[in-house]
């Protein structure tokens, strides 16, 4: 029950019910700081508030996990034998291979395993910080298990369409790599901005002259620590890959501003200018190729055991 | 007539001539680009266009250089032979000591010089951007030559103030070290995040899974790089220390996660978090400390030669 899972019971209770063929949805909300469900019952978030784990799970066809990616291991445990036959789990968590994994490893085979990350959320925190619309035409990635059923994809993919947000399948492995790149850097560029900078002796002047480009640059920064300090750390392999190659950028750029070498610096500024102009005129909503993306697996791709089978190779 | 010096002419225009003791406002507009200094007519930020440098000074009490820092030099060179005695010279530049080096150098004895540099901007450029409210409660930096009589002081702090800005004295060095840890540092971080991430093999796909987090930390990459790469090389020294610290920083961090390190990378998470919910508390318009550099500096004290003559020592 906090930003992420407040906010998704939210926008399932808001949808209308002829837009989830899988009928009307009750959803019941459980969380270790009853505090926290009490914020989202008055939020009119959840039908029922859970006092236990079992509780909450007792009867459930899709059990949600939004928590920390470090406790998913410990809940999918626990979870386990409670389960009833067919029922379906996912998640909400920024890496998704070491999820996936630890699902395959101890989930029972009467249930189904479909990752999930929707790419949204928000620097604040917690039940207070919710909102239906918060994932309101965002990419909403599926990384299901290779054993998941048809019919649990479709429910999945079903209540992801209700939320207003759109379904996008991508092997576990290849999303760990690309969010590195676009979300966990960012995130500890703006901590090391940060660090770097308020712990300079000159901090208490310089900061009345940080302006909007620091506040924005630095943003990510004000999130949530547990949480990121569990993302890097189940995905520190990609994420080190992608601080190797910022600091070798960046190491560059300090030696044209050492030679004084105006062309280079320039072109690196232009090149940088024109990606990202790039970038935001294809809009999230429409990007190209885009749609490739959003077209559930086959079953019969899905069982030949190909080593990426959600995706179509570049330019087939 | 780019997006500074349109927003100011609009600004200054728009300004109560009761709030401008200097009584009533007429702004010439000049730009080597007479297109841009049509579309600042248009939008009324100034009261006549001016065909040549000679044209726009003829008469001027005040001068206000508002073009990349490089191009400063040079039109500090062709103005000098066209001031009036008493005249004003002032500039919007985003690095100041090299700008006063030049003043000092080029202007005659019988013109002041106030730098300035107000902390506003946005990714846009051109005159079409502007905006007459760009300065409202905006910290406006001045660091005036030292030999700046109190009436041009006065009277570039009484344009300041009818801007809706602040005015703020600092010593130029220090300026510049303390806006390349706050303001150009997070621009390099910006081009250098395109950098890396869009010459990845893989961009095409990663960029689809780019959201808010991306936009925000890649915003400032956005901007002009002709005025980047200005800002930079003139400030090559400050900016230089502080990607060194920022790297130092960043290793740190990549050191903690290839030791899979959880303590010490949350405290510096929580330690970021922390630093940048007091930054921001202390909102711009009224930080702890601002007020004692808004006061004018004394004549007294600024002939003194004192090597920081325009800051009380920390506590005193």
């Not at 409670?82 to 789990?89: F, T, W």
């Not at 395993?113 to 604040?124: C, I, K, S, T």
């Not at 054993?147 to 379904?167: D, F, H, N, Y």
């Not at 990202?276 to 086959?298: I, K, M, S, V």
Request: proline letters at 5%; one cysteine or more; charged letters at 20%.
């Amino acid at each position: 029950m906090g930003l992420i899972g407040t906010s998704l019971g939210m926008a399932l209770r808001n949808a209308e019910s002829r837009a989830t063929p899988a009928g009307e949805i009750h959803v019941t909300g459980y969380d270790q700081d009853s505090r926290a469900t009490s914020i989202a019952r008055d939020r009119l978030a959840i039908d029922r508030k859970a006092r236990s784990l079992e509780e909450a799970v007792a009867g459930a066809q899709v059990v949600v996990l939004a928590t920390p990616v470090q406790a998913i291991r410990d809940l999918l445990a626990q979870l386990a034998p409670l389960l009833d036959e067919g029922s379906i789990v996912t998640d909400v968590a920024s890496t998704k291979a070491q999820v996936c994994d630890w699902a395959r490893d101890l989930l029972p085979a009467h249930a189904d395993f479909v990752g999930g990350h929707p790419l949204a959320g928000r620097e604040q925190s917690g039940a207070g910080a919710a909102d239906p619309a918060l994932f309101q035409g965002a990419i909403y990635c599926l990384t299901p298990d290779l054993r998941a059923s048809q019919q649990a994809l479709q429910r999945i993919e079903t209540l992801v369409l209700a939320m207003g947000a759109k379904p996008y399948y991508i092997d576990p492995h290849e999303h760990d790599a690309y969010v590195a790149g676009v979300s966990h850097l960012p995130f500890l560029l703006s901590a090391a901005l940060m660090r770097a900078t308020s712990h300079s002796p000159a901090w208490r002047e310089m900061s009345l002259l940080a302006s909007s480009g620091f506040r924005d640059v630095s943003r990510l920064a004000s999130g949530d620590p547990l949480m990121h300090r569990d993302i890097c750390l189940t995905n520190s392999t990609a994420l080190i890959r992608w601080i190797d190659e910022f600091i070798n950028v960046l190491a560059n750029v300090r030696d044209m501003l050492g030679q004084e070498d105006a062309e280079h610096l320039e072109a690196l500024l232009r090149d940088a200018q024109q990606q990202r102009d790039t970038w935001l005129t294809n809009t999230p909503n429409a990007r190209p190729g885009e749609e490739q993306y959003t077209q559930r697996p086959q079953v019969e791709r899905r069982f030949l055991g190909l080593p990426k089978p959600f995706r179509r190779k570049r330019g087939s």
